[in-house]
């Protein structure tokens, strides 16, 4: 046999990972006493345990102690003692706790990859090579901004204490990418790992003993949904932190409304992967594997959803199965193994449950011709060809090791296409023109996107998505942002407003033919729906004049001119400052009549009602001014990429703004939502909304393009609702009593936008500006560009 014969013989042997160090380690722990709370391991209050099984065999590997809601009282308990001390530490001395755990899990790293294969059944490759190392590359990262804390945010504090739930895709990292900021940041934390994997947090639990971590600071406590519900309920808890199912997130979201608890969800996806017919298809093909095939495909931001240029389907779809005919599926501890089980027959089931309807709903399933082993819950992957974009598996989540293909023309179509989800949470984009793939990510709804490249992750640069992906973004600074408390100057709790007092008897002094106040919609002043008004009464409850009352019809058409409105969010920041400082030059010009006019319905002096009309002509100078300064970043991980955090707009926001300060309450709230290119569907004071009709005659000859900003009178608790509830509203911002804020958290859940409340409080509205409202108007979308050869 000669060398090219016996080149062609060769195959691939078994190359098995040692297991005998962590076979050592989970023989010789106690798992029935592995809750770890206030710095010491426990038994369960009721001694319940439940099984974890490896994935690859489905045998037991242990029998881990099963926390119930008295466990979660006690872990809250020790978290709540252990805050004051943590939080009032210096950012030095967090920072070397931070560096001692990284520290610690460098020295152990072997072991935690081995027992994450073991659990979870991914490749031991992936958890070697990837899932390990920026789980420490995280801790260290985050005992730099420990330090450089109190700089960076100067005067914020910690959230307090965090409740984090995590999923059993990535158990480690995603422990990393909550703890890590958390301890940075100053809070405490109770951890709930995911029932099918928690072998590795009770090994970080023990890295955090030997690593000096103060008692109470951090708490792990395995358990099912109890457990998880309790944590999310919990008074003592300052904030939930959820990865997870977008099903689950929506529940949570509703549990909390109301709360006052901070909240950031990162859920579920259905990215999409564009190859464009310049890119280089090869290396397109090697990045779709990691996209899609990735950890079986149980990743929240797979790319589960192949857009390719029609010129170039039929041969990138040719290498496509060719490269999948030779990924190998075994057992996860060999090093060669591609593709290893999923986590749970549950999930096996629900992966095939879903490739069976999507085939029933005219796709075409491929899958390479080899065998899987005969143990586990393995998936051979999986090709959906001829998917139209309604389809199950163009839709829904699989969470498993299926793409599916569809074409596109142009340009314009793929971004249709990517778009066509309720989801947002990562995109990739392969074309050799940087342009074109400059020009296309910007347009993609969603948080992450990859230039060339899938997957890419660091702990310097932000992760999260949009839509009913969720909100907030773990790593970078803005992940450091949702461990901190909101530093917004607080007003006085916002009463009920009674019911007003009979008009006083109209003498006749005005002839006007109609004092009802319109509605102003899409750049004109409109009837309401329903044709019907609601008086406006001064304090002594005489008739000032009508609003019309907006209906629910009257709010759909406010965000249909919103959504339709491209020129605001698409105009350069820079025009953008220039018409709301034009905005502030006309109301300037009309000070004395706004002044009269807040007197009227107020009862406030002229002197103070000419000071809020001012200071409200400040404010918009001040977010005129900030359009073109509140920027991104480019950060620089630890490879040859660039990444870029760029500012976008929220999208539509609807705001209900304040019956206190009427004019300078809203302004305050329209002011730095509109600066940040979002269009706003605006529901004014309910005892003054005359000042808001008033100031659409400013709007009307300042150049503010149509749609921009929509003005609905009405019953706030009824608007406030509908908003809630709207599905293409894609943020909400609301000043009123607390359980109208309450209730709109709940109703937000529909397509889980974006909600800031002031939770049954006013704010000191004269000091209520600088950048937390720009923040809150903004989402982060990171790009990542690679350079070089």
């Not at 928690?198 to 792990?220: D, K, M, Q, S, W």
């Not at 608890?261 to 779709?288: H, N, Q, Y």
Request: with cysteine.
């Amino acid at each position: 046999m000669n060398i090219l014969e016996r080149y062609h013989a060769m195959d691939y042997a078994p190359a098995p990972e040692a297991r005998s160090e962590a076979d050592a380690w989970l023989a010789g722990r106690d798992f029935s006493k592995s809750l770890f709370i206030a710095g010491e391991w426990r038994a369960a209050a009721d001694e319940k345990t439940f099984d974890t099984e490896d994935p690859s065999s489905g045998k037991l590997l242990a029998k881990v102690s099963d926390a119930s809601a008295a466990d979660i009282e006690t872990a809250v308990a020790a978290a709540r003692k252990a805050l004051p001390k943590w939080s009032a530490a210096s950012g030095y001395e967090r920072a070397k706790v931070l560096y001692a755990i990284g520290r610690a899990m460098q020295r152990h790293q072997r072991l935690f990859a081995v027992l994450e294969s073991l659990d979870n059944g991914k490749p031991i490759r992936e958890s070697r090579d990837i899932d390990v190392p920026l789980a420490i590359r995280h801790f260290i990262h985050h005992a730099g901004w420990a330090q450089s804390l109190d700089r960076e945010f100067p005067g914020r504090k910690p959230a307090g204490v965090v409740g984090q739930i995590i999923p059993w895709n990535f158990p480690l990292l995603m422990l990393a990418w909550k703890i890590a900021p958390a301890l940075a940041t100053g809070c405490t934390v109770v951890l709930k790992p995911a029932e099918f994997t928690p072998l590795t947090a009770i090994l970080f639990a023990e890295i955090c003993e030997r690593a000096g971590v103060p008692r109470g600071v951090v708490n792990i406590v395995q358990g099912g949904p109890e457990a998880g519900a309790a944590i999310v309920n919990h008074p003592g808890i300052d904030k939930i932190a959820f990865t997870g199912s977008s099903e689950v997130g929506k529940i949570i979201r509703k549990a909390t409304a109301g709360s006052g608890k901070k909240l950031s969800l990162e859920l579920g996806g259905k990215s999409a992967f564009i190859v464009f017919e310049d890119a280089d298809l090869d290396s397109a093909v090697e990045g779709l594997v990691d996209g899609i095939w990735f950890n079986q495909g149980q990743v929240c931001c797979a790319g589960s959803r192949l857009l390719v240029q029609e010129s170039v389907a039929d041969a990138f779809i040719a290498k496509v199965k060719t490269r999948m005919s030779r990924l190998r599926v075994g057992a996860p501890l060999d090093k060669n193994t591609d593709i290893g089980p999923l986590v749970d027959k549950t999930q096996l089931d629900r992966v095939r449950r879903l490739v069976e309807e999507g085939a029933k709903q005219g796709a075409v399933c491929w899958q390479p011709d080899q065998d899987v082993p005969e143990t586990g819950y393995y998936h051979l992957p999986t090709l959906a060809t001829g998917v139209a974009p309604a389809n199950i598996l163009a839709q829904e989540e699989v969470f498993g090791p299926v793409l599916a293909t569809m074409s596109f023309r142009n340009t314009e179509e793929a971004v249709e296409l990517a778009n066509n989800t309720r989801y947002g949470l990562a995109a990739s984009v392969w074309s050799e023109n940087v342009n074109l793939a400059l020009h296309v990510a910007p347009q993609l709804k969603a948080g992450v996107v990859w230039v060339n490249g899938t997957n890419m992750f660091d702990a310097a640069c932000g992760f999260g998505g949009y839509r009913e992906s969720g909100f907030g973004r773990e790593g970078g600074r803005e992940g450091l942002e949702e461990y901190l408390a909101s530093s917004e100057p607080h007003g006085p709790v916002i009463k009920p407003v009674s019911a007003p007092k009979a008009a006083a008897r109209d003498n006749g002094e005005s002839h006007a033919i109609d004092r009802t106040a319109k509605l102003f919609i899409g750049g004109k002043q409109v009837r309401p729906d329903g044709n019907y008004s609601i008086a406006v009464l001064t304090p002594k409850g005489k008739l000032v004049g009508e609003v019309g009352l907006g209906s629910r019809k009257d709010i759909r058409d406010a965000v249909s001119a919103a959504r339709a409105c491209k020129a605001w969010p698409e105009a350069t920041a820079y025009n953008r400052a220039q018409v709301l400082y034009y905005l502030a030059e006309n109301l300037s010009g009309r000070t004395e009549d706004f002044a009269a006019r807040i007197v009227e319905l107020t009862g406030a002096s002229h002197k103070v009602a000419k000071a809020e009309v001012e200071t409200s002509i400040e404010r918009l100078f001040y977010y005129a001014g900030m359009a073109d300064k509140f920027e991104g970043r480019v950060h620089q991980p630890p490879a040859r990429t660039v990444t870029l955090a760029l500012h976008e707009p929220v999208g539509v926001i609807g705001i209900v703004a304040p019956d206190e300060a009427p004019l300078l309450g809203l302004i305050s709230l329209l002011a730095p939502a509109l600066a940040m290119g979002n269009t706003v569907v605006l529901v004014p004071s309910t005892t003054a909304p005359l000042v808001a009709t008033d100031l659409y005659q400013v709007i009307e000859y300042s150049d503010v393009p149509a749609g921009a900003i929509n003005i609905v009178t009405g019953h706030t608790a009824e608007l406030a609702a509908v908003l809630a509830k709207h599905d293409d509203v894609d943020g909400l911002w609301i000043v009123a009593e607390a359980d109208i804020c309450a209730r709109a958290e709940a109703e937000s859940t529909g397509n889980l936008k974006r909600v800031w409340t002031g939770h049954g409080r006013s704010l000191d509205w004269p000091t209520a500006q600088g950048e937390a409202f720009l923040r809150r108007a903004t989402e982060v979308k990171n790009v990542w560009v690679p350079y070089g050869d």
